[in-house]
């Protein structure tokens, strides 16, 4: 991911103005650009189409793509964050209909997929700020290794 710094800082509403804000997060005021590959790109909605049909029958909650943007860190009201793939299950969104703008619910589900250009250091960091802000599931998807990690919430004593 790169970070642009810009002066002044960016602020999470405009990000939502910009007109390329899809390839960017939002960290301390400054553009992070999430890196995105045509293979990561296949992987999650490959994911999101197996989570839509499971969700069609069922009926139990709202499922959005790369472009979703959350805004539900209290530890930074500024941080907007983009997962691959979220879900969110139904009666947590108003009137379950999905914001205009940035979502201030944490998801139930994140997925992440990897792209060549992300950092281990920087995934981990996204998947503890995804947990921290009440996220229940995190994927972390690996295509070289064909593997996925799976992060829970830690359950309460």
Not at 38 to 48: H, Y
Not at 83 to 107: M, N, Q, Y
Request: glycine share 6%; with cysteine.
């Amino acid at each position: 991911m790169s970070v642009f710094t810009s002066s002044p800082p960016v602020t999470p509403e405009d990000l939502l103005t910009m007109p390329d804000a899809v390839k960017y997060e939002l960290i301390d005021g400054k553009l992070l650009e999430r890196n995105m590959g045509m293979e990561s790109s296949e992987i999650a909605l490959r994911i999101a189409v197996l989570i839509a049909m499971f969700l069609r029958a069922r009926q139990i909650g709202h499922l959005f793509g790369a472009d979703a943007s959350y805004r539900c860190f209290v530890d930074s009201p500024t941080k907007v964050r983009k997962p691959d793939v979220s879900f969110i299950r139904s009666g947590r969104l108003p009137g379950e209909k999905a914001p205009t703008g940035h979502c201030s619910i944490a998801p139930d589900l994140a997925v992440e997929v990897i792209s060549p250009g992300d950092l281990v250091y920087e995934v981990e960091e996204k998947v503890a700020e995804y947990l921290g802000a009440g996220v229940a599931l995190v994927w972390v998807v690996h295509p070289p290794t064909r593997t996925v990690r799976i992060h829970r919430a830690r359950s309460s004593p």
